[in-house]
């Protein structure tokens, strides 16, 4: 039998702001347990949790570039569960009245386009950590990401393979790192995706029963599970003649399985009812106009953009937009003067290499765009070739130093004087018989030989184009 | 609503309260009470009226996003039945 994979996604991603969503706790990564918490998120009796408006203008801007309806007048609901990870033993969350709903998600998977639909898109708090010491047997809680905001994303069941999940998660990434609304650094747990899962026999429009799996870290992870789990329920249902069981299941990464989690409260019955610690919120048609207006270019319109203005390649503009930073990098090379393929060349070439080798975020690099501009205008003007440029660059890149210093003090000016290369060439060749009877006698190859020679008297200064016209005038002269 | 042991037994388990069964007994009548008077509002007719969730008119109660640091990490803890220098303490979760 066919069998066809349908899947949804719920997809939590921490917002950046600096605070959590209901206290003035900084939300930083790390620090010493129970150092960023105060009586709000540790749930002390008494406390006033107050939402922070950062954090409704990012899930607001969040829901407008997934084209969601946004719900404009918006409130918070407790969902009460009894577990450590969160000290008041409810979560509030939002159930009845999600500030988006309805986006859709335009994804492409090789040549085919499509939409996803989102079902909503609700605000939340994220919960503590917990850490079992076996010595005490006891569990010590830790909240310091206790109340840190958090937006969660569920779509309709609309993927039917793992690319096109990985391609939603890839847009959806891009779409809100550009809006700065979240770093989406999946490896730091600030984008963690659950994925529902069910298979149908092909053709059939009845939904199977699904199961949820979790811990996946990664899109690597995320697109094995994908595999073992679909394969899993076909062999169940067509080998062994049986049920899918609704489950919540855990990828094991290291096994390359999913697991069951079985767990003793099968009751999954948060008994909701409105948040009466937070008033509601009103988002008025100004304040949204407000926000849109704010909205950045984002990645497709600039991918779009570079091509038709710059006549980049398809590849080099994805390559250049896939995230904010980069494409800021770029086109600031530009704005300084640099030619837009020669910036894209060097940023794909020169600096990514650099980003690789010292496992820096283009966030991080302190060389200037404008320095790469002097430098790309330096090789046009004929002022240096490309390798001493590279050497250059290669120089400065780590403290954004002088070019124009280091060029000077270590006597890198391209030889640009056609008489002292003529000069060089003829010695070289006077030098080498046995490589220029090896030439005369066909041998090709020599040439590069003897250009390597003319190049290595000119200390790597000459401008290899013009060397070697002089070298193959000469040869053809002798 | 008639408020069965069964169904006191359920909230129980979602709740973490263990009740012996003369209480079970004693609970399901007084929250029978308590739900009943739910019958009685419901006999008002609402359909025009809307749903409320908050009984003040305020909205839109919201703080800058600017750090500070409440600094009171002993203070927290000694307000937990077990703690030691820097975490709470509970019993062994199972995940």
């Known amino acids: 039998m066919n069998w066809e994979v349908v899947i949804g996604l719920e997809t939590h991603v921490e917002l950046a702001t600096k605070t959590k969503i209901f206290c003035s706790c900084t939300t930083a990564f790390g620090g010493d347990p129970n150092t960023h918490v105060c009586p709000v998120c540790t749930g002390m009796p008494g406390s006033l949790p107050v939402m922070n408006k950062k954090v409704l203008e990012y899930a607001a801007k969040a829901s407008l570039a997934l084209n969601c309806d946004v719900t404009q007048y918006c409130k918070f609901d407790r969902k009460n ?51 079992h010491d076996n010595w005490i047997d006891q569990t010590r809680a830790d909240y310091n990401r206790c109340g840190v905001p958090l937006i969660e ?3 309709e069941p609309d993927f039917r393979s793992g690319d096109e999940v990985i391609a939603y998660l890839e847009k959806l990434r891009s779409t809100l790192e550009y809006l700065g609304v979240s770093d989406c650094k999946m ?79 099968n009751a999954q019955d948060y008994r909701y009812f409105p948040e009466p610690d937070i008033p ?159 030439y005369k006698a066909g041998k090709k190859k020599a040439s590069g030989f003897l250009m390597g020679q003319c190049m290595k008297a000119l200390k790597g200064k000459g401008d290899p184009k013009v060397v070697s016209q002089t070298l193959n005038k000469k040869l053809a002269e002798l | 609503m008639k408020i069965t042991t069964e169904l006191v037994d359920y909230v129980s388990v979602l709740s973490r309260l263990k009740l012996p069964e003369e209480e079970k007994v004693k609970m399901a009548g007084e929250l029978e009470q308590i739900i009943g008077y739910m019958d009685i509002l419901n006999r008002l007719d609402t359909s025009d009226i809307e749903p409320m969730s908050h009984t003040f008119p305020v909205k839109n109660v919201l703080r800058e996003d600017v750090v500070e640091d409440f600094g009171g990490r002993a203070a927290l803890l000694s307000n937990a039945p077990a703690h030691d220098d820097t975490a709470f303490l509970v019993p062994k979760t199972v995940d």
């Open chain 1, 153 to 155: 994303i569920v779509t």
């Open chain 1, 280 to 438: 509601p919120m009103e988002l008025t048609d100004s304040y949204l106009d407000s926000l849109r207006a704010s909205m950045p270019e984002m990645a497709p319109a600039k991918r779009e953009r570079y091509q038709r203005e710059w006549g980049l390649s398809e590849k080099d503009a994805a390559l250049l937009t896939d995230t904010r930073a980069m494409a800021a990098y770029f086109e600031d090379t530009v704005a300084a003067g640099a030619a837009p393929k020669q910036a894209s060349d060097w940023i794909q070439g020169e600096v990514l290499r650099e980003l690789k080798e010292k496992s820096l975020d283009i966030k991080q690099v302190v060389f200037a765009p404008e320095a790469l501009a002097h430098l790309i205008d330096l090789v046009r003007q004929g002022k240096l070739n490309r390798n001493t440029a590279v050497k250059v660059f290669r120089a400065v890149f780590d403290d954004n130093g002088d070019i124009d210093a280091y060029v000077k003090a270590h006597g890198l000016e391209q030889v640009n004087d056609t008489g002292l290369v003529e000069q060089v060439v003829s010695d070289v060749l006077a030098a080498n018989p046995q490589s220029v009877a090896d």
């Open chain 1, 81 to 131: 569960y009894f577990y450590p990870d969160l000290p008041k033993a409810y979560q509030v969350s939002q159930l009845y009245l999600p500030i988006g709903r309805n986006g859709k998600v335009p994804i492409q998977v090789g040549s085919e386009e499509k939409v996803i639909r989102i079902h909503e898109l609700h605000m939340e708090e994220d919960a503590g950590k917990l850490v």
């Open chain 1, 187 to 265: 490896q730091e747990g600030s984008l963690r995706c659950d994925v529902n899962l069910s298979v149908r026999p092909q053709g059939s429009t009845e939904l199977g029963t699904r199961t949820e799996m979790k811990n996946l870290n990664s899109f690597k992870a995320i697109s094995r599970a994908i595999a073992y789990e679909a394969r899993r329920q076909e062999e169940l249902i067509e080998m062994d003649h049986k049920r899918v069981i609704q489950e919540t299941r855990r990828w094991d990464d290291n096994k390359d399985a999913t697991i069951s989690m079985r767990s003793k409260e």
